[in-house]
């Protein structure tokens, strides 16, 4: 038996999930210190997308964000972030997002 899911629902899912993941990007956006906000900036700016929108980066660059993500949003995360390449996105894709507020609020 099959139940069927429409899609609204996994929309909303979906939205507050973003809604989550925004609210603590704005929780760190206001706690985060001028050095480390300096140094995240440095790092995300070598970092590229290609044609289709999905992130370039080499593993030393995720793993010199990885300190700054342990800091400011989850401790628990180890340095084996390359199993599946979901966990580096992640996190890549966090501070990513975490400079743009950080430079949309600045100017």
Request: include cysteine; charged fraction near 20%; proline fraction near 2%.
């Amino acid at each position: 038996m099959v139940i069927p899911i429409s899609s609204k629902t996994l929309n909303i899912v979906r939205q507050k999930n973003n809604q989550k993941i925004m609210n603590n990007i704005e929780r760190v956006a206001e706690t985060i210190s001028l050095d480390d906000q300096l140094e995240i900036e440095k790092i995300t700016n070598q970092i590229t997308n290609d044609a289709r929108g999905n992130i370039q980066y080499n593993r030393t660059q995720a793993l010199n964000l990885l300190p700054f993500f342990q800091k400011y949003f989850d401790k628990n995360v180890t340095t084996s972030i390359f199993g599946c390449g979901g966990c580096a996105k992640k996190l890549v894709r966090t501070m990513k997002q975490l400079t743009t507020h950080l430079n949309g609020k600045t100017k």
